[in-house]
C-alpha cells in the first residue's frame, strides 16, 4: 500500500499554525507539535489577558480617583454613594480622566454631587 502523506489540507492546518507561531523561538516555532501546543496556550493566556487588562483598568481608574477626591477631603466611596443619590452617571473611566487632566472639572463635578469639599491641607499642589 503506498504511503499516505495527507497532502493539502493538512499542509494547510499546519502551516496556518506556522503562521500564528510566528516569532516563537526553538521547536515551538518550527515543529508541527510543539507549535500547535504553543498556540493554543497563547490564545488561552490572551484570553485571560484581556479579562486582566478590564480589572486592571478599573483598578486604576479608582486609585486615581479615590486621590482627587482625597485632596478635596472626601473619600471615594462616600463620593461615589453622594454621585448615585444626585443620579450623576459618570463612569469610573471618566472620573479618573477628569481627575487627571481637568481637575477643576472634577470638583465641578463633585460639588454638583452634593459633596461637602474641604481641602486636605495635607496634600501637596
Not at 523561538?25 to 493554543?40: D, F, I, N, T
Not at 486615581?64 to 469610573?92: E, F, H, M, P, Q
Not at 472620573?95 to 501637596?124: M, T, W
Request: net charge positive; hydrophobic share 45%; proline share 2%.
Amino acid at each position: 500500500m503506498p504511503r499516505a502523506k495527507r497532502g493539502f489540507k493538512a499542509r494547510r492546518r499546519r502551516n496556518r499554525v506556522f503562521q500564528w507561531a510566528q516569532g516563537f523561538s526553538a521547536g515551538r516555532g518550527r515543529l508541527y507539535g510543539p507549535a500547535r501546543e504553543a498556540v493554543h496556550k497563547a490564545w488561552s493566556y490572551a484570553y485571560v489577558g484581556r479579562k486582566l487588562r478590564k480589572r486592571d483598568f478599573r483598578r486604576l481608574w479608582i486609585a486615581r480617583i479615590s486621590a482627587g477626591a482625597r485632596s478635596l477631603g472626601v473619600n471615594y466611596s462616600r463620593l461615589i454613594a453622594a454621585l448615585k443619590g444626585a443620579n450623576i452617571t459618570l463612569d469610573r473611566k471618566i472620573l479618573a480622566d477628569l481627575a487627571v487632566r481637568d481637575f477643576a472639572g472634577f470638583k465641578a463635578v463633585l460639588s454638583a454631587a452634593g459633596v461637602e469639599l474641604r481641602p486636605n491641607i495635607f496634600a501637596s499642589a
